[in-house]
C-alpha cells in the first residue's frame, strides 16, 4: 500500500472528535486504493483525488457524529449506499455499529463486498435491491435504529425510501448540501404520514472548508402505515403531497 499524506485527514478527524487506530486508518487508505482502482472501470464517483476523496466523502460521511451518538451500540441502514457512503467509513470508525448497506446495483454490490473483504470487517452486511421491496413487513422493515442516506433526492421521496426501515424511537438522517426551508415544508406532510418528525437540522461547514453540510434528522415517531413504500419507483415519480 502506497505511503499518503493524511495530515489534514486527521486534523479533520480531530475537529469531528474521532481518533483512529493505525489499523482504522490502513483500512481507510486501502479503501481509497480500491475505489480508485474500481472506478477506472466502472462508475463509482467522480471524486477520486486523494485529499478530496478524505474531505468529500470520508469526513463527510463521519460528520454524522454531529447529530447522533455513534459510540453506542446502533444498528445502521444506508439507502442507496453507492461505493459505500456514509455506510462504510462509519463502520471503519465507529466498530460498534452493526452495519448494512443496501444499493440497486449489483456492480456496486460486488465493489462493496471486496472492500469488506479485504478490510476484514465484521457486522457489516450488502443487499442488492430496491427500497421499495426491501422495507416490506416480510423483509428488513423497522429493524434498525438509524437509516441514513447521501442519495440525491428531494426529502418526501427519501422518508418514503428510508422511514420505513427504522424502528420507533430511532432516526432517519439524510446528508444534504443545500438548505432545506422550502424542502422541509413540501416534505413535512409526508414525513408525518410515513411515522416520523422532523427533529432537528444541524447546519456545518467541512472541517477547514466552506463546503456547507445540513444533516437533516427525522425522529420516528410511530409505525410506518403497512401500503408505505409503495411499488417501485412510484415515491420518485409521485411525491406524496
Not at 148 to 159: D, E, G, I, K
Amino acid at each position: 500500500m502506497s505511503t499518503y499524506n493524511t495530515t489534514q485527514f486527521e486534523k479533520d478527524l480531530k475537529e469531528l472528535g474521532i481518533q483512529l487506530t493505525d489499523t482504522q486508518m490502513d483500512q481507510f487508505m486501502k479503501y481509497y486504493e480500491l475505489l480508485v482502482e474500481w472506478n477506472s472501470f466502472m462508475n463509482l464517483t467522480g471524486i477520486t483525488e486523494f485529499e478530496e476523496v478524505m474531505k468529500k466523502h470520508f469526513i463527510d460521511s463521519l460528520s454524522l457524529i454531529k447529530a447522533v451518538d455513534l459510540n453506542e451500540s446502533l444498528s445502521v441502514i444506508d439507502v442507496g449506499t453507492g461505493a459505500g457512503f456514509p455506510g462504510l467509513p462509519l463502520k471503519i470508525a465507529f466498530p460498534n455499529l452493526k452495519v448494512t448497506l443496501l444499493d440497486s446495483l449489483a456492480k456496486r454490490i460486488k465493489f462493496l463486498d471486496e472492500v469488506i473483504l479485504q478490510l476484514g470487517l465484521t457486522d457489516i452486511e450488502t443487499i442488492h435491491g430496491r427500497a421499495e421491496d426491501f422495507a416490506k413487513p416480510d423483509k428488513i422493515r423497522e429493524k434498525f435504529d438509524i437509516s441514513v442516506s447521501r442519495a440525491v433526492a428531494n426529502m418526501t421521496t427519501l422518508s418514503e425510501y428510508c422511514l420505513p426501515f427504522v424502528k420507533e424511537g430511532g432516526r432517519f438522517v439524510s446528508y444534504k448540501s443545500e438548505k432545506l426551508v422550502e424542502e422541509l415544508q413540501t416534505a413535512s406532510k409526508a414525513i408525518s404520514i410515513l411515522g416520523g418528525q422532523v427533529e432537528t437540522q444541524v447546519e456545518f461547514t467541512l472541517p477547514d472548508s466552506d463546503i456547507y453540510r445540513n444533516l437533516f434528522v427525522i425522529k420516528k415517531v410511530k409505525k410506518t402505515p403497512g401500503k408505505y413504500p409503495r411499488k417501485a419507483g412510484l415515491p420518485a415519480k409521485e411525491p406524496l403531497v
